[in-house]
């Protein structure tokens, strides 16, 4: 069965960096696009990041560009958010998300606080 499991979340002062990790098993990962979502408190979820199955391609939600970088390793069936410059409204639970066959898989998410 398909799993997605985040990790990397935390809390970090504004202007500070994490980086997300997504682990995939269940489905052959390097045929697939792969996406960070986030959901911040009161907020509908939001997508935040997309990456084609080779990694040649990525688009970003206009509020991250710049500071996000989204990668993946196909060997490792790892997909990662590099977060810089983070600012308090980047709070929010972060998702990895695949979508395969017409499902959509979600992980269980990861929380980010940015708060001095």
């Known amino acids: 069965q398909v799993q997605l499991v985040e990790s990397g979340g935390g809390l970090v002062q504004p202007g500070g960096s994490l980086r997300l990790s997504c682990e995939a098993s269940?489905?052959?990962?390097?045929?697939?696009?792969m996406r960070w979502y986030r959901q911040a408190p009161g907020k509908e979820r939001e997508l935040v990041a997309t990456?084609?199955?080779?990694?040649?391609?990525?688009n970003y939600v206009d509020s991250v560009k710049g500071r996000f970088i989204i990668s993946r390793d196909n060997a490792k069936n790892m997909v990662y958010l590099q977060m810089n410059g983070l600012k308090p409204e980047d709070t929010a639970v972060y998702y990895c998300?695949?979508?395969?066959?017409?499902?959509?898989?979600w992980g269980q998410g990861t929380q980010v606080t940015v708060s001095s």
């Open positions: 269940g489905f052959t990962f390097s045929r697939y696009s």
């Open positions: 990456i084609t199955n080779g990694g040649g391609s990525m």
């Open positions: 998300n695949v979508d395969r066959d017409s499902v959509t898989y």
